[in-house]
């Protein structure tokens, strides 16, 4: 049988990466950063769109502002990139897209990232950052937590931590192929691993290890979300490709979610990858994706 080949740019890119890492296996975490910053070469420029460099709470990042968007509406995005890797640059048109699609702002943190600052501190500064909208006179019914990959599961675990603290929680919470299971447990890591051109689980566990290890076990809720109780959560969005290695997280989380009462859309990109909306601006399905979860968000607002 041949091998499988990548069917769009977000495969060619994954595939690139790991053929010029897969030469250096000792490849130093500050490299890999600098690598998954090319996350953004899959997005096509939103038309529009502005952006600024500032901080929320203490957390630097940058303030997306499409024309004529709503200034008390905000989308806070939590990076993907394993929790250490991925920016505000790697992510900033993928969040104009969306924010441009719902009419709001957002603002995409650079949290601080492991191995040099463990869990919780990735959870902290996201909290800092909903705090200071908060205090600023936001409603928590204008602000969005959005996330994906590892920042799905920040997003996540933001709200849970959040109900903990007796906070308001946020109205919504938007996530693309959230990475959930801290075990490795998840059966498409083994059937999905030959469509998938990022995802091993021996890269996940290597950012496991950046995250958690000596500071949390790898079942508590805070970090695995699949272990969490759900009864209270926001509106939920899940996307994720079917051929990806962690659509099974995306599909137990489903489960739990509608197993807790929660308000939770599951939409799937057949024959996507991971992450399949950073290629909003270059790939109908993406497009089509930033549309449905606009559709969700402005569906679920509060009636003005």
């Known amino acids: 049988m041949s091998p499988v080949k990548p069917t769009d740019l977000l495969g060619t890119i994954y595939a690139q990466w790991i053929e010029e890492i897969s030469k250096y296996p000792d490849m130093s975490v500050g490299l890999l950063r600098i690598i998954f910053d090319d996350w953004q070469r899959a997005t096509a420029e939103p038309g529009d769109v502005t952006y600024t460099h500032t901080s929320l709470g203490g957390v630097p990042g940058i303030l997306v502002s499409p024309l004529g968007s709503d200034p008390r509406q ?5 990076h993907g990139g394993g929790f250490a890797l991925g920016s505000s640059a790697s992510h900033r048109k993928l969040a ?6 719902c009419g709001t702002m957002s603002f995409v943190a650079d949290f601080r990232l492991a191995p040099e600052h463990k869990y919780p501190a990735q959870i902290e500064d996201g909290l800092s950052i909903y705090r200071a909208l908060l205090a600023d006179g936001y409603l928590p019914d204008d602000i969005t937590l959005v ?8 997003a996540i675990s933001m709200t849970l931590r959040a109900k ?4 308001p929680l946020p109205h919504q919470v938007l996530t693309m192929s959230p990475w959930l299971d801290m075990e490795n447990s998840g059966i498409t890591l083994v059937t999905n691993n030959d469509t998938d051109f990022l ?10 290890d ?19 109780n759900l009864s209270g959560f926001p509106r939920l969005y899940i996307c994720a490709g079917d051929i990806e290695s962690l659509f099974d997280d995306s599909a137990r989380l489903h489960k739990l979610a509608l197993g807790a009462g929660v308000d939770v859309t599951f939409s799937v990109g057949e ?3 991971h992450v399949y909306p950073f290629l909003a601006g270059r790939h109908p399905r993406a497009d089509e994706e930033i549309a449905r979860m606009a559709t969700w968000y402005l569906a679920g607002r509060p009636s003005l």
């Open 74 to 78: 905000m989308q806070i995005v939590m």
């Open 96 to 101: 104009g897209h969306i924010a441009k699609a």
């Open 147 to 154: 996330g994906d990959s590892a920042g799905g599961n920040l």
């Open 164 to 167: 903990d603290l007796g906070l």
């Open 199 to 208: 995802i091993a689980p021996e890269g996940l566990q290597a950012n496991i």
């Open 210 to 228: 950046r995250y958690i290890d000596g500071a949390a076990d790898p079942t508590e809720p805070g970090v695995n979300p699949l272990y969490a």
């Open 271 to 273: 024959g996507m990858q």
